[in-house]
């Protein structure tokens, strides 16, 4: 075992007992038991701390606590937890309704109108695809507790006096809380000024991938020992990914994202609600590029709620060290593009092997993290670590939405030596009527699992096991 030292702030600390999470750090409800994986300010009003009135007895004038939510407390606390991070009393993160009070469950569906929140919650509690919450991570006895709320009736508890849940204690994200002084920031902003914020339009910005391409300001390679998230407009911003290519881009430029990206790019970093400032371990840095390379940070906009003055300056910051660190960290991309999901098919899957065969001139390769990417028809990934003598190791097994990517950091390094094997598994539904292979569009597939690795320079390809 590896000592869980500091790869992700906040994941090694509040969720001890998952091995990965996603986008620097957990998704609220990440950790099996639900205690710990929630990574919300309270203090944004979307936390547990909203959901429970300490007093439900409304007096009229100055009420001693806050009044009740109106749902028994169970139930405020299952949503506090496994939901407030998104659907709190201000939504964020593009989620489009509040889930707090017993008024917020009763109203019309933001999406169905003719049926109740409720009813919406149950189906998306239990649904196969794009489930809620999004990564499909909360315990079962809180899903339980919903469920069985709602198959009772739903009913109003008006005098429920509910203990403020002890949410747990966030580790602060943003640059304010890096060790060091952040020197190099992308950020979104508006088309030819690059201090004003990107207006995310009311209207048509339901699901919007927006990119923002930046000329590399770097005179040498250079690497990142920190990064924090940027997090700006919370209602609206879902999630990101930062790209880097040597394909020339206009600096400053604003455009729709273009999915062939991905092809031509090294992912970056990524963001994802929950997602929180990530360091590299003593002595790696992750490789940033230099005076011929481009950045891409694609933006996943949600204003489902239409807000009408949604803008946006969201990005990141990395902290880049004068004298680079002895260890180059960098994106292997595993995975296969031999795809041929047929028609109808559920569950099926397609295998990508990096045999021990191909590891075998391998440094001892430092797996820290993750990144499974596939289209809308993916659905899981997994790949697992087969040493010699053939015990296994999981380096990851995810649920995958599409709209929801990010990077899982591990919390201890999983080292691979040479001759070891990486088998990685991609899972999907394809409920259409034509088989769907390997492409770069939006209704072709793929399977690949970037993972973040050291010493990525002494590896004579980033990719392994794929043939293009
Ligand atoms: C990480 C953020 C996040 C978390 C956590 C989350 N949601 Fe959502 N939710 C969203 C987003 C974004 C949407 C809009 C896109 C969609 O429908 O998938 C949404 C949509 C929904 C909808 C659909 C509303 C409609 O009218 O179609 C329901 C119902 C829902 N969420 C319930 C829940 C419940 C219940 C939980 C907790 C068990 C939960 N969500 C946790 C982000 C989240």
Not at 393 to 413: H, L, R
Request: glycine residues 12%; charged residues 20%; hydrophobic residues 35%.
């Amino acid at each position: 075992m590896f000592a869980a030292g500091a790869l992700a702030i906040g994941c090694t600390s509040s969720a001890p007992s998952d091995e990965l999470c996603p986008a620097g750090d957990c998704f609220p409800g990440e950790t099996p038991d639900d205690a710990g994986g929630v990574t919300w300010d309270p203090a944004d009003g979307s936390s547990s701390g909203d959901s429970g009135g300490a007093d439900g007895e409304d007096t009229g004038g100055e009420p001693p606590g806050p009044p009740s939510s109106g749902l028994p407390c169970e139930v405020a606390d299952a949503l506090a937890v496994a939901c407030g991070g998104c659907h709190g009393a201000a939504p964020a993160f593009g989620a489009p309704m509040p889930l707090v009070t017993y008024a917020d469950l009763q109203v019309p569906a933001p999406t169905d109108p003719t049926r109740k929140v409720f009813e919406v919650v149950a189906d998306r509690l239990v649904a196969d695809v794009k489930p809620m919450p999004p990564d499909g991570e909360m315990s079962d006895a809180h899903r339980h507790v919903l469920l069985d709320w709602i198959a009772a009736g739903a009913v109003e508890d008006p005098n429920a006096t509910c203990d403020p849940g002890d949410g747990p204690d966030a580790d602060p994200v943003g640059p304010d809380a890096l060790p060091c002084d952040p020197s190099f920031e992308v950020r979104a902003h508006a088309p030819g000024d690059p201090d004003a914020p990107f207006l995310v339009p009311a209207q048509g910005a339901e699901d919007l991938y927006q990119c923002f391409a930046f000329k590399a300001p770097f005179t040498e390679p250079s690497q990142a020992i920190a990064w924090a998230p940027i997090i700006d407009d919370e209602r609206v911003i879902h999630h990101w990914i930062l790209y880097r290519t040597q394909q020339p881009q206009e600096d400053g430029g604003v455009f729709p994202c273009d999915l062939s990206l991905q092809l031509q790019a090294d992912f970056v970093a990524g963001w994802a609600p929950g997602g929180e400032n990530v360091m590299m371990p003593p002595g790696v840095g992750l490789e940033l590029g230099g005076p011929d390379d481009w950045y891409v940070m694609q933006v996943h906009y949600h204003n489902a709620a239409q807000y009408p003055d949604a803008a946006d300056r969201s990005g990141v910051a990395f902290c880049v060290p004068e004298t680079p660190e002895p260890q180059t960290a960098g994106v292997l991309t595993l995975g296969t593009t031999s795809l041929n999901i047929p028609a109808g098919a559920e569950d099926h899957t397609e295998v990508g092997n990096c045999g021990g065969l191909l590891t075998l001139f391998w440094p001892e390769l430092h797996i820290i993290g993750a990144s499974p990417h596939m289209h809308e028809l993916g659905r899981a990934m997994k790949t697992v670590l087969t040493r010699q003598g053939g015990v296994t190791e999981t380096v990851i097994d995810k649920p995958f939405n599409f709209e929801s990517q990010g990077m899982y950091f591990n919390d201890q390094e999983i080292v691979v030596h040479p001759g070891e094997s990486l088998q990685t598994t991609c899972t999907y539904d394809n409920p259409g009527s034509a088989p769907v292979g390997f492409g770069e569009g939006t209704g072709d597939e793929m399977c690949f699992n970037f993972v973040l690795v050291y010493p990525i320079d002494q590896l004579a390809n980033r990719n392994c096991g794929i043939v293009f």
